[in-house]
């Protein structure tokens, strides 16, 4: 099987911070495997802006080894990375002066009726500054789009600050806020599994769903972005975006239709029903956790204050909350969240368990029956899994199992699983919001968020220790066990 290939409208992706990580790791290999895929036109091109003094010839050798590091060996034949290459051009920009932007509006107008996609590949307090130039020099008009990473924001007032900054230059809906978890194959399959069977939707309320976990969980520390980590953590990095995302996701009304606006109403609306965290202290409902010194699959590993190179740091490394929608569908459905660096494993999942069956008609040698589980794996291996009980095959009686039915994506459909970016970049050339975040959607997050930061920020109490290579501290297990449940680790 192929996967289908829907031509893009010529544009133009600027991209600001080309030097940076985002720009190696991500940008230019997804762009790569969507020319190889033969998507994008032939008047597509690449302006990559950096403040540094590299020229077109340093840039397009940092540019080609990006493809090589980043896309393997047998998706990168040397026609497609010559003719990708030929799409590049490089100029030299300051965010913060005018330098270069008399370059860089010359050069786009030497490529006009192209859509003009400016990505800030930066940190949120260049998207300001950015955009006023963008306006000032006269390239925010006509059909031109922003794209903005996260985070957007510190807290609730950074995040209007940044909101009123982008909106004075550009409008609403040439706004594209980029969550690339939004874009992962296995999130879209979550809607396309609730809103497309008529199997989950009557099932997917309280009367049927005992409890939600969320898990997003990294073996590795925070490597070379101890800097940017550190004023952060694991509440801001993924909680407020991915994770709460991810919860919309699962609890949102079908909307009526499946348009940027519709889904992202509904998507409001969870956020808006979050039940208020009324003591971010209590181990009760929230645990934050700091790793230690560990082992990890290649051997020891160090703490986080000494990848830090501080003596001490109250930033959180891990984080479980016990959250609650507050609404008809949901009412009394626990949803546990939890992310972390320096856990076991690296996995992404969500597990809906559903509610036991009332009465067991099997007599005790059959065994225990367990409650089924729908497990929606976003990585490593993106997948679903639907967890029932069988009979366990052979004479003798009856024994149940459990077991699960599997659907690889990889295995399923027999093609290359597409990067998010893939996606989310040419959503935004063809004007598709719906994978991306409006604004009210982030503020409504940030809402949630604030009180337990200022909870925090008020308490002398540091994050829990925990060992490095394992799941957490010891009350995260807790947080769940009080409840009668347990983490599924794995998700199975």
Request: glycine letters at 10%; one cysteine or more.
């Amino acid at each position: 099987m192929t996967s289908r290939v829907i031509p893009v409208a010529p544009f133009v992706l600027v991209v600001f911070g080309a030097t940076g990580d985002l720009a190696r790791r991500k940008l230019l290999p997804a762009m790569f495997q969507r020319d190889a895929a033969g998507q994008l036109p032939e008047a597509a091109r690449i302006i990559a802006v950096a403040r540094g003094r590299t020229d077109q010839a340093a840039y397009l050798v940092q540019a080609r080894k990006a493809i090589e590091t980043h896309v393997p060996a047998h998706e990168r034949g040397e026609e497609v990375v010559a003719r990708f290459m030929g799409r590049i051009s490089y100029i030299a920009a300051e965010a913060e002066s005018d330098k270069g932007w008399v370059e860089l509006k010359a050069a786009l107008a030497a490529l006009s009726g192209c859509i003009n996609v400016f990505y800030l590949a930066t940190g949120p307090a260049l998207f300001g500054p950015i955009c006023e130039r963008l306006g000032r020099f006269g390239l925010s008009g006509g059909n031109a789009r922003v794209v903005v990473e996260k985070p957007v924001g510190k807290d609730g007032a950074s995040a209007r600050a940044l909101n009123e900054a982008i909106g004075r230059v550009f409008p609403e809906e040439r706004v594209y806020r980029i969550d690339h978890y939004l874009g992962k194959e296995t999130v879209q399959n979550l809607m396309a599994l609730r809103f497309a069977n008529g199997l989950f939707e009557p099932l997917w309320n309280a009367a049927h769903i005992d409890h939600v976990q969320i898990t997003v969980a990294e073996s590795l520390g925070v490597e070379g972005r101890a800097g940017y980590y550190d004023t952060a953590g694991a509440l801001r990095d993924m909680v407020q975006n991915h994770i709460l995302q991810l919860l919309c996701l699962v609890a949102m009304e079908p909307p009526a239709r499946l348009d940027a606006d519709s889904v992202r109403d509904e998507k409001l609306k969870v956020l808006r029903a979050l039940k208020p965290i009324a003591d971010a202290l209590s181990s009760h409902t929230v645990v934050r956790g700091q790793y230690r010194a560990g082992a990890a699959a290649g051997g020891p590993v160090v703490g986080y204050l000494d990848e830090l190179g501080a003596g001490g740091s109250a930033t959180e490394t891990f984080v479980a909350i016990k959250a609650e929608v507050e609404n008809w569908r949901w009412a009394g459905v626990p949803f546990y969240l939890r992310t972390g660096k320096r856990l076991a494993e690296r996995v992404s999942d969500i597990v809906i368990t559903f509610r036991p069956v009332p009465h067991s008609v099997f007599d005790e040698s059959a065994g225990p029956i367990e409650p089924n589980r729908l497990v929606i794996r976003l990585q490593p291996d993106e997948g679903v899994q639907l967890w029932l009980m069988i009979k366990d095959p052979g004479p003798g009686g009856m024994r149940l199992r459990k077991v699960p039915m599997d659907m690889s994506f990889a295995t399923a459909f027999g093609v290359r699983n597409p990067d998010a970016y893939e996606r989310l970049v040419l959503d935004v050339v063809r004007g598709n919001q719906t994978l991306f975040m409006r604004r009210d959607e982030v503020e409504a997050a940030w809402a949630w968020i604030d009180p337990i930061l200022d909870a925090w920020s008020q308490a002398a109490e540091p994050p829990k220790p925990y060992t490095a290579g394992t799941w957490g501290p010891s009350g995260s297990i807790a947080l769940i066990e009080r409840d009668g449940r347990t983490w599924m680790d794995g998700g199975a």
